[in-house]
């Protein structure tokens, strides 16, 4: 019997370090976020990123004043889309969770498969259409673009988080006579408020960190998003890595603390996304 | 109060190539203000039926009358959902999860726009009748099934349908909780007088609450009448094992000087049987439907001590090869000697498996069918 | 018939935005049949010569490549870290403990590409990155970005750290669905963890593989900012997507859309069997 137990304990013992390994192996960047954003020039000159040094908050002081516009920026793209995402998106899911019909499905089953491919290429028909409706390098552009893709992705994710509904409770408020808005509004969205709140994580992370739509959609410096902005960042020869690292985190700080907090939320939404055509 | 009626409705699901056919030209009429059942197995297409009715589906052709209005014809809706006045209990209550038990029974009122007074009356009234008074804040969840279902029922009740509809209403309750509930609701559709449609698959529900009953199976309705009279009488074969277990056996009528006997086997006859409906031919082969209820069983032992109603004649000695107990008698299974025949009957003695006994039956209520087509011959 | 109406108007404004994203790709391709660049500013139809022109061109073979060999990469060593990380999270005692570990290895998808590249341009720096410590522990020190050989190969190893948890939480999930009984059962026939996993979880776990490598594929071929960041539009890194993007900078429109026109195919190829299975699902739950 103890033998056995030994055994046990030996293998919990491996489980959990080998999982310690892992996982320091994998916040090794994140570690050199929080030292080496804080280090002063000195002790960028004198360490190693992987090494800690004195602290000082200098380059994030910079940083911050060279990336609070773009932070700004970020946010007055991401939050209506990510909004309009969620909301609207559930709308058609509702609408395609009611209405079954090959033609639905059809049609869901080819949006669907469009929003895996990759969206950069539509890069060209994307900028002709922005340009002639005159949004380019706008705010409006950048939101319209964002919804191209984002849309049909909020529909996909609430259509999985609506699908596990049971079809009586909806069919009950049917026959108390309640409109298909009513048992939108009083009967779907509270009971699918778990999946909404993923989907608006999971899009608010996902449109904060773009960086191609942004790129090629603004031109001008004072419009560019946190993600972009970071391109002044990259190593050079003869850049001081404590303002990159600086940039790094301030950049990743909204997503990253919606991630602590809101942690489990971002991973329905990932599970959903995986599920994706799985409907 | 409404009265309904189905014409020729057909019910076809699924698309070209693999279509199902639930239902074939089902036609009854349910009664203003009565109690309505509609009886039949799982999937036999009762569900689709109240379904129909309520308006959840459309039926494929046919027509749907609410007191002389089309409501429904040939694959429209003329009349949706929302606007039938009709109050459904589903078989899993569908109580809204995120409401409270008040929420849920006012929701059907908040889409009429009642003021929240008028809401808070009905809704007390509905409570003392239903009694779900103390758990009237609670959430479903935190209820038990019985009350759950009251919720339910108050829910279906509180707009004053012209119809109420019960899909298996009682499925999900235990034993004791269902005769509460049948009480309940019988009560309840009697004081308020509405037109109420139950839809099961255990005749129990049937027998204890409905006036009239329509038998659905494979999509057709077998026989429209009284609970009693199903039972008693029912038309054909399929009728029969619908309304509750039932033993077939096939038998040779051979017509002798005191009357006629059943030889079901070599060393199984039953004799002395009066019976008119036989043709004259003596040698006719039917099909006898015996329920298991109606079939006696005794240890040999006991038989000579046995005072017995003219009723019971004796069919032979068999061999009990298992015995179930199940609320208060023993279902017997039986075999006789020759292992030719399998009879279940009821006994109200233990019985072990092993067991000799002597089968009594009631000749009064053998039912017979034809051989061929099932149907019943009327005595 | 009103009721109908106003339901299908919830559907529409999502309709219209993946309507436009339809268009988008069919434009493409309409695109892609014609000579439209700065040489011809008006777009003429040239049926698949611009195919050709792209096909022979030796920098977008060697891209399409890349991306493929990219996919390969994270597919296969996606699945493998994600099975092996999600195997040993599986067999944690604790709830709290599985997770605190799965959010160590999905934080990467927090975190936007730029400035994973940002990070790690840093982190792979032959001067002040992980050489120092690599060197000391005498454990090789590849020269990561610097070189034509091996920043390909250091690129790939960044998006395995940035992507190798999702497919973990894939496998995870599956493997948390699967009836608590058969484990049970397997415990009390004195199996193993390793037995456990390989007759009893990933036989399980077909739909992790089948989602989890489709995801990976796909992730894998929509790499741009990690390595744009990085190295910019640098040849040895070059893949499929860069080289539409180079396309469309040096204003060859044609050749760009041809590229994205090809990019679309692979990725329906990989998604059509994926989706297909997910549509037998839904088939089951129309009837």
Known sequence: ?279 | MVKIKLENITKIFGKKGKEFKALDNVSFEIPGSSFYGVLGASGAGKTTVMRIIAGLETPTMGKLYFDDELVAADNKDLVPVETRNVGMVFQNWALYPHLSNYENIAFPLKVRRWTAEAINSRINELAEILGIKEIIHKRPGQVSGGQQQRVAVARALAKNPALLLLDEPFSNLDANSKDDARSLVREVQKSLGVTAVIVSHDPSDIFSLAQEVAVISLGTVGQVSTPEELYDRPRNIKVASTLGEINFVDAQVKKNSGGYSLVIADDVKVKGIDFKGLGNDSADRIKIGIRPEDLMVHKESQTSNLIMGKEWVPMGEFKASSANYSQGNFMVALQDQKATLKINALSREVVNPGDMVELFVNQEKLKFFTLDTGELIPK | MKRLNTTILFSIPALIFGGILLYFIFWNFRNSLMDYSLIHSHPIYVGLKTYQLVFSDPSFTSSLERSLIWSAALVGGGNAIGIFIGSFIFFLKRDRVKTVFTSIFIYPLAISSAAAAVIWTWLFNIHSGINTILGPLHLPTPLWLDSSHSAFSSLILVSLWMYSGISALFYLAAFQNVDKSLIESAKIDSAGPIRVLGRILLPNAKNAFIVSTAILFLFALRIFSLAYVALGLNPYIETAVLKMYFYYTTEYFSESSVASIILVVIAIVVVIPYALYGLKRWMINDT
């Open chain 1, 1 to 279: 019997m103890t033998h056995k137990n030994m055994g046990h304990q030996i293998r919990h013992i491996v489980n959990n370090v080998v999982l310690i390994v892992l996982g320091a192996l994998w916040l090794i960047p994140a570690y050199a976020l929080l030292i080496d954003g804080l280090k002063t020039t000195s002790g960028v000159l004198a360490t190693p990123v992987l090494l800690p040094a004195a602290f000082s908050f200098g380059a994030m002081h910079i940083v911050i004043d060279a990336l609070s516009r773009p932070i700004l920026n970020s946010l007055l793209y991401v939050l209506p889309v990510a909004v309009i995402s969620t909301f609207v998106g559930s709308l058609a899911a509702f609408y395609f969770y009611k209405v079954t019909s090959f033609l639905n499905s059809t049609i869901f089953t080819i949006i669907a498969i469009a929003t895996f491919v990759p969206y950069q290429i539509t890069l060209v028909p994307l900028i002709k259409m922005v340009v002639s409706l005159g949004i380019f390098n706008s705010t409006y552009g950048l939101i319209f673009a964002f919804l191209i893709f984002y849309l049909p992705t909020g529909a996909l994710l609430m259509s999985i988080f609506i699908a596990v509904l049971p079809r009586t409770t909806l069919e009950s408020a049917r026959v108390d006579g309640a409109s298909d808005f009513t048992v939108f509004r009083r009967i779907v969205i509270p009971l699918t408020l778990p999946g909404m709140i993923s989907t608006f994580i999971f899009i608010l992370i996902e449109t904060w960190n773009n960086f191609f739509i942004p790129l090629v959609l603004i031109s001008s410096s004072s419009r560019r998003t946190a993600a972009v902005a970071l391109l002044s960042y990259t190593g050079g020869y003869g850049t001081l890595y404590n303002e990159s690292f600086a940039a790094a985190f301030i950049a990743s700080l909204i997503p990253l603390v919606i991630f602590i907090l809101l942690g489990r939320y971002f991973v329905r939404g990932l599970m959903a996304f995986g599920s994706g055509a799985k409907g």
